[in-house]
C-alpha cells in the first residue's frame, strides 16, 4: 500500500471518530425526559372546573381524548389602517367571524387585525362566536355509548367566557350540564337534571352565576311555556306565560340575573305569525314585569320568515334598556323604565349589536353589498361613527362585543 493511499485511509477514519464525537449524548433518565417533553402532543386531560358548584350533583364522564395540535401563540395585531380619534367614543370594539377577529381602537385611532385562521370551526349560540381549532367541539362516553354535542346544544355566559355549558338530553327527559372549557379543552359534568317530567327545555340558558337555567316548554301544540330550574334547590318554577306563547325564538339572561328576556310570537289567523310580545320577568318573585306589545315589529304570513322575527337581543350593563334584531334589518331600542321600545329601519341586515361601555351608542354590524360598522348615538339616534369593511371579514356568521 503505498502512502497516498495510507494517507486517505487515516483521514477517512479520523472523519468517523469526529462525527461520532459529535453525536448528543443522553446519559440519564431526565435527559431523555427533557427530550420527550419538548416533543410532547397536547391532549386534553380532565382537571376539576371552577365553574362546579358546592351543591350541584358532579360526576366526570369517560372522555374519548382526541390529538390537538400545538397551540400557537397569537400573531402580533397587524395594524389595518388609522382613523381619526373620537371625542366621545372610548375603548375597544371586537369584531368576529369564522376566520377573522379584528379590533377598533377608539382611544388609540387605531383598526387592527389580530387573529386569523383557516382552520377553525364556529358554534353560534344568539350573537356569540366561538372559534375552536381543532375540528368536532367535544367527543365524550356516557353510558358506554359515543355522544357528539353539536353546536346548537350549548349556551355561554358571555362573549368573553372561559368555557362553553353544554346540555346533553337523556331519556325520561333526564339532562346532563357539562362545563367545556376554552381555555385547556377539558370536559366536566357540573350537573345531572332530572326535574323535567313533561318535555326538555327548548333554548336552555344557563345563568350567569351558574345557579339556574331558563328554558322554554313544549305544553301543547302551539303553546309554549317559560320554565326557571333552580340547580341549588333542584326544583322548578313555571313562570306566568298567559296568553300562553305561539312560538318563543329568544331567551336571554340580563348581566346580574335579574331579569329574563322573552321574545315571543302570538297567533293570528288572518294575518300569520307576529313578532309583538316581548316579555321581561323578574327572576327572584317569578313575576311578569314588562309585556311590550309594539306594532312596528311585522307580522309574517310565511312561517319561513319566522326565524328573522328577533335574532337577538342584548342587555345594557345597568340592565334598563335592550337592543333588539327584528326582521333582521329593525334596530329596536328598549327603555325599561319608561316602557317603550322604538324601532328604526337600518335599510341593510343587521348581523350584530354592541352596547357601549357608558351605554350613550350602540354599534351595529349591517349588510348589504358591503359590511359596515355604524355607531349611534342611543339619545339622538344620529350616526356618529361609520367604517366599511373591505376585505376584514368574509364569513357568514358574527359577534361584537365593546371592551375597555
Not at 29 to 50: D, R
Not at 140 to 165: I, M, P, V, Y
Not at 372 to 393: H, R
Request: contains cysteine; hydrophobic residues 40%; glycine residues 2%.
Amino acid at each position: 500500500m503505498d502512502q497516498s493511499l495510507k494517507k486517505l485511509m487515516f483521514v477517512v477514519i479520523f472523519l468517523m471518530i469526529l462525527l461520532v464525537a459529535c453525536q448528543p449524548k443522553i446519559t440519564n433518565q431526565s435527559n431523555v425526559n427533557h427530550l420527550l417533553q419538548s416533543t410532547e402532543i397536547l391532549i386534553p386531560s380532565i382537571k376539576p372546573s371552577s365553574v362546579v358548584s358546592e351543591t350541584s350533583t358532579m360526576a366526570t364522564p369517560d372522555v374519548m381524548h382526541e390529538p390537538t395540535q400545538m397551540k400557537e401563540s397569537r400573531p402580533i395585531p397587524t395594524l389595518i389602517e388609522r382613523f381619526s380619534k373620537s371625542s366621545s367614543l372610548r375603548g375597544k370594539l371586537i369584531i368576529k367571524d369564522e376566520q377573522s377577529h379584528f379590533m377598533l381602537d377608539f382611544d388609540q385611532g387605531e383598526i387592527l387585525n389580530l387573529h386569523s385562521s383557516n382552520d377553525c370551526d364556529i358554534y353560534q349560540y344568539d350573537s356569540n362566536v366561538v372559534c375552536l381549532s381543532n375540528g368536532t367541539l367535544i367527543h365524550f362516553r356516557e353510558n358506554q355509548s359515543l355522544t357528539t354535542l353539536l353546536s346548537g346544544s350549548f349556551t355561554k355566559k358571555h362573549l368573553n367566557s372561559d368555557f362553553l355549558a353544554l346540555f346533553e338530553n337523556l331519556e325520561n327527559y333526564k339532562t346532563n350540564i357539562y362545563a367545556y372549557s376554552l381555555v385547556d379543552d377539558t370536559l366536566q359534568k357540573i350537573y345531572s337534571l332530572d326535574l323535567l317530567k313533561e318535555s326538555w327545555l327548548v333554548l336552555p340558558k344557563l345563568s350567569n352565576n351558574i345557579m339556574k337555567i331558563a328554558g322554554v316548554k313544549y305544553i301543547g301544540p302551539w303553546n309554549n311555556e317559560l320554565s326557571l330550574l333552580d340547580l341549588q334547590n333542584n326544583e322548578e318554577y313555571r313562570m306566568n306565560t298567559q296568553p300562553p306563547f305561539f312560538m318563543t325564538y329568544n331567551v336571554t339572561w340580563s348581566p346580574t340575573d335579574k331579569y329574563i328576556l322573552v321574545g315571543a310570537s302570538d297567533v293570528h289567523t288572518e294575518i300569520g305569525f307576529c313578532s309583538n310580545r316581548l316579555i321581561v320577568y323578574e327572576t327572584n318573585e317569578f313575576s311578569k314585569i314588562y309585556d311590550f306589545i309594539n306594532k312596528e315589529i311585522k307580522c309574517f304570513d310565511d312561517f319561513d320568515k319566522y326565524a328573522y322575527l328577533i335574532s337577538s337581543s342584548i342587555w345594557s350593563p345597568d340592565e334598563t334598556k335592550l337592543a333588539l334584531v327584528a326582521d333582521n334589518q329593525y334596530l329596536c331600542i328598549g327603555d325599561l323604565p319608561n316602557q317603550s321600545i322604538p324601532c328604526m329601519n337600518m335599510g341593510n341586515q343587521v348581523l350584530s349589536v354592541a352596547w357601549s361601555l357608558d351605554m350613550k351608542y350602540v354599534a351595529v354590524l349591517t349588510e348589504n353589498t358591503d359590511k359596515q360598522i355604524v355607531i349611534l348615538d342611543i339619545e339622538t339616534k344620529e350616526i356618529v361613527f361609520t367604517y366599511l369593511i373591505e376585505n376584514e371579514l368574509t364569513g357568514k356568521r358574527f359577534a361584537m362585543d365593546w371592551q375597555k
